[in-house]
Each structure stands twice: as structure tokens, then as C-alpha cells.
């Protein structure tokens, strides 16, 4: 077992040696005149570097711990996965998550807010005692004040008011569904035993109901319609311009709507459907197992085995639906192109438009993903790739700062001519910038590098047991840590 006891020895020896170099790190940045932080490298113990945005980046036990700052006032600093705080200074924001996605808070200038689990609130203005607030215990307490300052509160169902709620400016209820009251803008519905029984008017509005027995609703000029023994007998009248005329369904025999621009037979509803109109045309034949539409709207489904749809600025298709699918959509000056095989492959690819359409055009971004091993994103000189990259979505804020790095064991970035590579959050590492900067660690074994701007080249063994530097035309020497030398061929 002699070999152990020498694999030990050299532990001890390398663990001394980090040790010292992180004081004599400490010692030079108290040392220096610039207030710029000085860059080591002890792999996934500890590192501090640029990275190709300029941004600082100091990490320590590997992915758990981080704090970024570009120097500009945005600042990152995390304790994975357990909490993590981002600070914009320039924009007046910060935002922190504890154990995303249980909890976060969040600022904005005067504004504060945030979410655990359940629980939501949201300060308007947190310099004004009297400003608009709201707390929501979803679904069961409500509370706050609204825009005018009233101030209202609710416990579901007991009863109480809520405002500004479900794009509602006003509910107020009362052991429900037995009583309860909405109202947006001047339009204001009325309800008992929720769905039974309900009235709305206000603003050209009429809709009434006793469901499922009978039910009626207008809108200004625009529609009268009406039910009868929900959902057997449903009809309407049509005032649009240009599209007035009539409908109504016998469920499940058979439909009928007749409009200026539109006629429509159905069988079955809504299995079977035929419709003519000026601007489209449409088959069911059964819905929705066969759906073919030409006019305005070109689609062809057979689903869930094969479809096809084409309407002004976006195509798109299936197989196997949901698991292939593939869409491309017309934004002008670009082309976006996004298909995805269900859970495994996922792309999006935008391309500039030309004016030959046999010219497929020049890719300004790209985003691959194989989940959950790799994914790659593009976006002019901006690329980054990394594996594994085990949340199914493309580039979730709050993943990225809580989450990613802690299963991220290949990350490679560039900027231009700058590039990073880290495998096992800096068991090796290289860092390229331009043709000026080279530097690449395997740690704790081997490191060099050369910085042309600072005619400086350098490389050693096991960070410091043995390693030569040049600068200047002086070659320094290290040894055994400690002992250090310099010639001078001058």
C-alpha cells in the first residue's frame, strides 16, 4: 500500500500548496493600485475571471455558489439552489428566489412584489402608506386596496369584495356560487346558484340565463342569440355589415347558419360540418379526426396522424400529433422556423428574409435542444452550448440563475473572437480571447496560457509545485511553492 501513502502525501502537498496561493492572491490584490479584481483559478474549488462579456464572475464549491458583476451595476450573487438575489442598479430592480420555484420577491423603483407558493402581493408604491396594494392567498383570502383607494377583503366562499381580479374591476360574493356580482367598466353581472341563474347588462349588453333551461344575450347592433334546454337548442341573428344573416343548432341532429358571406350545413354537430363562404371553406367529416379548410385558411388535418395548416404569415404541421410538429411564422425582415419532437428535440431557427425566394436567407439565431443532453443557442457572434441541460423549456430566467449550473457539466460561450469552454465547473477550463489571450487549466494537475498584451507567458504544475513564467524578458520560477527566482538575460 505504499502507493497510497504517496498518493496521500501529494494530496496533503497540493492542498498546502492551494492554500498558499489563494493568500498570496489575497496579499497581491491588497497590493495593487487598481481596484480591478485580480483572477485565480482552483477549479471547481474556487476562481474569479472575466468572463467574455466583462462580467466578473467569482464561484466557489463548484456550481453552489456565485457572484457575477459586470461592473455596470448588475450584480448576481447565488447560493444554488437554495437562494439566489440579482440587483439591476442602473434600472432600479432587484429580484431574489429562495428555492425557486417556492418563493420570490421582487423590485422595481418604488414598486415591490412577489410570490410563495400560493400566497401573491404586489406594493404599487412603497413610499405611499395609501398607494395600491394587493395580497391574495389563491383561492381563499383576498385583500387590498385598488386605484381609487378602496380597500376591500374576501374569504372564498364565505363572502367579500375583491377588485381588479381575473380582468374583473369588481366581484363581490357571498356564500358561493349562491350569490355573486361582476363588473367591468359600466357592465355589471349578476348571478345566483353560479351557473344557474344570471343577468348581465350595461354598455349595449344584455345576456340573461337559467341554466340549462333557457338563456338569451345581446350585443348592441352586433348579435342576438339564444338557448333553450342547453345544449339542444341554440340559435342567433348576425348584424354585422357585410355578414348579417341567421344560425341555430338542433343538438345532435343537425345545424344550420346562413349569413351574407357564409353558409353552413351541419350533421351531427359537431362531428359533421360543410361551410361555403367568399372568403373560406370548410369540411368536418368527422371533427376532429378530418378537418380541410381553402381560402383564407389552407389546412388539411387528419388527425391526430397527419395536418397541415396555411393562413398569411405562419405554416404549420404535424405528425403524430402532439409529438412532431413543426411551424414557421412570417415577422417581416426575419423568418422564424420552430419544430419540435416531443420531449426529446426542440429548434427554433430565424433567418433574414431575401427577396429571392430561392435564397433561403442568412440565419441570425439558432437554439437547438436534445433533451435532457445538450442544447445549443446562436444569436449572431453569440453562442453558447452546454450538457446536460435537463429543464425542458428554452432559457427560463430564474432556471438559469438557480438551477442550470448545478447539472451543467460542459458550458462552452464565445463573443466574436472570445470564447470560454469549463467542463465540471472548472476541472478544465480555457478561456480564448482573440489572438491576444490564451489560458487552459486542468486542474489541479496543469495550467498555461499567454497574454501577447502584456508579453507574458506562463504554465505550471500542480498550481505552483513547479512553474515558469516570462514577462518582460525576466523568466520567474516557482518551486515547491514557496521558492521563487528570477534570471534576466540582460
Known sequence: MHWLTRISRLTIIVCMGIVLRVGDGVWADAAR????????????????????????????????????????????????PWISRYTDLKNERARREILWPFHYDKTFRNEAGGRTLV?????????????????????????????????????????????????????VFWLFPLYSRHQVNEVVTRSWLWPVYSRTEGNGIYRFRVFPFYGQAKHRDKYSKKFVLWPFWTSARYYYPGSSGYGYVLFPLYGRIKVEDQSTWMVAPPL???????????????????????????????????????????????????????????????????????????????????????????????????????????DGDQV????????PLKNTPAVERNWSPLWTLYSHTASGENRDTEILWGVYRRHVRGEAY??????????????????RRHWSLLKGLFGVERHDNTTHYRLLYLIKWQTNPE
Open 438 to 455: 490564451r489560458y487552459t487549466s486542468m486542474f489541479p494537475l496543469v495550467e498555461w496560457g499567454r497574454d501577447s498584451a502584456r508579453d
Open 119 to 171: 400566497a401573491f402581493w404586489h406594493d404599487f408604491d412603497t413610499t405611499d402608506k395609501k398607494s395600491r396594494y394587493r395580497f391574495w392567498l389563491f383561492p381563499f383570502y383576498f385583500q387590498g386596496r385598488d386605484t381609487h383607494g378602496d380597500a376591500y377583503g374576501a374569504v372564498f366562499p364565505f363572502g367579500g369584495h375583491i377588485y381588479e381580479f381575473l380582468g374583473q374591476d369588481k366581484i
Open 33 to 80: 493600485d487598481d481596484k480591478a479584481p485580480r483572477s485565480f483559478d482552483f477549479g471547481f474549488i474556487a476562481s474569479r475571471h472575466p468572463d467574455i462579456h466583462g462580467v466578473t464572475r467569482l464561484k466557489a464549491l463548484g456550481p453552489f455558489f456565485e457572484h457575477a458583476d459586470d461592473g455596470h451595476g448588475q450584480r448576481l450573487t447565488a447560493f444554488r
Open 272 to 378: 359533421f360540418r360543410v361551410s361555403r363562404g367568399d372568403r373560406m371553406n370548410w369540411i368536418l367529416a368527422p371533427w376532429p379526426f378530418v378537418q380541410i379548410r381553402t381560402g383564407e385558411v389552407n389546412q388539411r388535418y387528419f388527425w391526430p396522424v397527419y395536418g397541415k395548416k396555411q393562413m398569411r404569415g405562419v405554416q404549420s404541421r404535424f405528425v403524430l400529433w402532439p409529438f412532431i410538429f413543426e411551424e414557421q411564422l412570417d415577422r417581416g425582415a426575419i423568418i422564424a422556423r420552430r419544430s419540435y419532437i416531443l420531449p426529446f428535440y426542440y429548434a427554433d431557427v430565424h433567418r433574414s428574409r431575401v427577396a429571392d425566394e430561392d435564397d433561403a436567407g442568412q440565419v441570425t439565431q439558432r437554439y437547438h435542444k436534445l433533451w435532457p443532453l445538450f442544447s445549443y443557442w446562436r
Open 384 to 391: 453558447r452550448m452546454r450538457s446536460l441541460d435537463l429543464w
